[in-house]
């Protein structure tokens, strides 16, 4: 069992960045996708964007795609969301998590993060 540690969150003003990290206790294997998953009060938990760590495909959720960049740093086992242009809407607990499967369903994801708030102020 991988542990995930997010950090990173914070409280910004609307328009605002911050970047969000998360490292791995091991060393991803070769079908290892890690991705970040975001919970608001009330709400589901939503997708936001994954990375195959060998090959780095990545998707987003349309919600965030052109102002999120999810990356990752091979040598250090640390994946990262650069997040721009945020909005209200953007608040919510951030959570990253790992699978072996290229999926958005957050029900494929075998280990969690303890997850990072991200508040927005308009």
């Known amino acids: 069992q991988v542990q995930l540690t997010e950090s990173g969150g914070g409280s910004v003003q609307d328009g605002g960045s911050l970047r969000l990290s998360c490292a791995a206790s091991?060393?991803?294997?070769?079908?290892?996708?890690m991705g970040w998953f975001r919970q608001a009060p009330g709400k589901e938990r939503e997708f936001v964007a994954l990375?195959?760590?060998?090959?780095?495909?990545?998707l987003y959720a349309d919600s965030v795609k052109g102002r999120f960049t999810i990356s990752r740093d091979n040598p250090k086992n640390i994946m990262y969301l650069q997040m721009n242009s945020l909005k209200a809407d953007d608040t919510a607990v951030y959570y990253c998590?790992?699978?072996?499967?290229?999926?958005?369903?957050?029900?494929?994801?075998?280990?969690w993060g303890q997850g990072t708030q991200v508040t927005v102020a308009s």
């Open positions: 998590a790992w699978a072996t499967q290229y999926t958005t369903d957050h029900a494929a994801y075998s280990d």
């Open positions: 091991q060393r991803p294997y070769s079908r290892t996708v």
């Open positions: 990375i195959r760590w060998h090959g780095g495909s990545q």
